[in-house]
């Protein structure tokens, strides 16, 4: 093994890229760059049925699109972005299970299903823990011998030998120790196709490709113990294992695409609009808390790289938080510039805005960035720009009530009291109003806002009305005071 730091992320492309997957990859990059070692990238793919060449576009595509970047591996076969193919494999993966038939640390089960289930209903009606009894140990070599060239099938298990604990110190969770007989018998490690498991492929993989530390879901906890017994039986050294808290929901449920929808997929925040390194920043941020002594909870990758400390890992479930996630985006918004921020935009608009100047355009962005969680909330905040949209029915009361507001304001329009080229001045005139008529706040100003923009909020009401223009201000005012 290496003596330098080496992680990895090992996803299955039987789904879409899901946000606990990049969580727990952008964990294994921050360590591995913050010891400036290695960060792996392997694809699980032995699952030929549910394993679809589009789920692994999906998943390189949103790393590129985070800003996950992976290193090259030194002894596998990789393609040329360095990424592991483990289907690729197989021949690697039998020719271990071979060595251990050989030490006599595994052995050929014959072990029928129906056998099997005939066994588990047993185990049942005895009111004992459903698994494997082991029954394949004892079967000399001659009566195996007999067995294969008779034809039967069989599975390839480990021995797991005497029941005892299997220990290791978790990166996050402390001391951990699993007993051999809570792991359901000897596991297969080979079925009867010769495609090896998930926990022995994993096993060979991690030690070839050198991994010295693995931070993964707390749901792989059991997996973790099997894996240990087959490091153990190779006397290979284990890496240093870290074992995450699930995203849950706020009503307690793990966060799966099955249940929830899209909001558990990269591919939703992608479309939507959304910074990438809001969106990395948010998920790091689910789970760790940085040292007081940084800058706060908006950082780059590159900023966490140096700060990043396991210790500051949490045991406890992560909560999926949209608000928090669109305050993250809203933070990285507010610190594009102009030009930035429109070019993020443009993909995005389905309103012209050719008929404004470069200035008034500017005008326009910047006035909305504020109020835009994410792109594509682009075309609702500046809608009322080129279309009259519905009133919400509960607004309607402010405009009776705020009549003689609209028609004030209305007058003071047609008779060129206010310089409708200058955004301030239609404020300060609308100031004055509000003074003549004693009138201030959501009285003075949602009457006009909800008259010329259909909505009680959003951007500077003088910079509304510019923008708008003196026609549409009054054709507006008018149809609201009929």
Not at 11 to 24: A, C, D, E, F, I
Request: proline share 4%; with cysteine.
């Amino acid at each position: 093994m290496s003596s330098k730091i080496v992680t990895r992320i090992a996803p299955s492309p039987t789904g879409n890229l899901h946000l606990g997957t990049v969580r727990t990859a952008l964990y294994n990059v921050l360590l591995a760059k913050k010891e400036n070692g290695k960060f792996l990238f392997r694809l699980e793919d032995t699952d030929r049925e549910r394993s679809k060449e589009e789920f692994t576009q999906e998943i390189v595509e949103g790393f590129n699109w985070l800003g996950i970047d992976w290193d090259i591996p030194d002894n596998v076969k990789h393609d040329e972005s360095g990424m592991v193919r483990q289907s690729e494999r197989n021949d690697i993966h039998s020719a271990y299970v071979q060595k251990l038939l050989d030490s006599k640390k595994a052995y050929k089960c014959f072990a029928s299903p129906q056998e099997l289930e005939a066994m588990r209903a047993a185990q049942k009606v005895a009111k004992l823990p459903e698994g494997y009894d082991n029954r394949g140990r004892n079967l000399s070599e001659d009566e195996s011998l007999r067995k294969e060239q008779a034809g039967e099938k069989f599975v390839v298990r480990l021995n797991l030998g005497e029941a005892r604990d299997i220990k290791w110190h978790d990166l996050v969770r402390g001391e951990m120790s699993i007993n051999t007989k809570d792991l359901g018998g000897d596991p297969v490690i080979q079925k009867f196709d010769g495609q090896v498991l998930y926990n022995f492929a994993v096993v060979i993989d991690d030690y070839e490709m050198q991994v010295t530390h693995v931070f993964r879901g707390e749901d792989h906890l059991s997996n973790t113990a099997k894996q240990i017994a087959i490091y153990e039986a190779f006397e290979f050294p284990v890496p240093s294992f870290g074992h995450l808290p699930l995203i849950f929901t706020t009503d307690k449920q793990k966060l799966s695409k099955r249940k929830h929808g899209d909001i558990a997929g990269v591919e939703k925040y992608r479309h939507e609009g959304y910074l990438p390194a809001a969106l990395a920043n948010y998920l790091v941020a689910t789970s760790y808390t940085a040292p007081k002594d940084t800058t706060g909870e908006v950082y780059t990758l590159e900023e966490a790289i140096k700060h990043f400390d396991p210790h500051g890992l949490s045991k406890s479930p992560a909560i999926y938080d949209l608000q928090k996630l669109n305050w993250y985006n809203r933070e990285y918004i507010a610190k594009l510039s102009h030009e930035q921020l429109l070019g993020y935009l443009k993909p995005f608009l389905k309103y012209d805005l050719s008929n404004f100047t470069p200035e008034d355009q500017k005008l326009l962005i910047d006035n909305v960035r504020g109020s835009i969680d994410k792109f594509a909330d682009i075309n609702t905040n500046i809608a009322y720009l080129f279309e009259e949209i519905i009133i919400d029915d509960s607004l309607k009361k402010f405009l009776v009530e705020g009549q003689v507001v609209n028609q004030a304001l209305l007058a003071a329009i047609e008779n060129n009291e206010i310089d409708m080229n200058s955004p301030v001045d239609i404020k300060n005139k609308i100031n004055l109003i509000g003074e003549s008529l004693s009138l201030k706040g959501k009285q003075l100003f949602w009457p006009i806002r909800i008259a010329v923009s259909f909505s009680s909020h959003g951007p500077d009401l003088g910079a509304v009305i510019y923008l708008l223009g003196r026609e549409k201000t009054i054709e507006r005012l008018k149809n609201l005071l009929k």
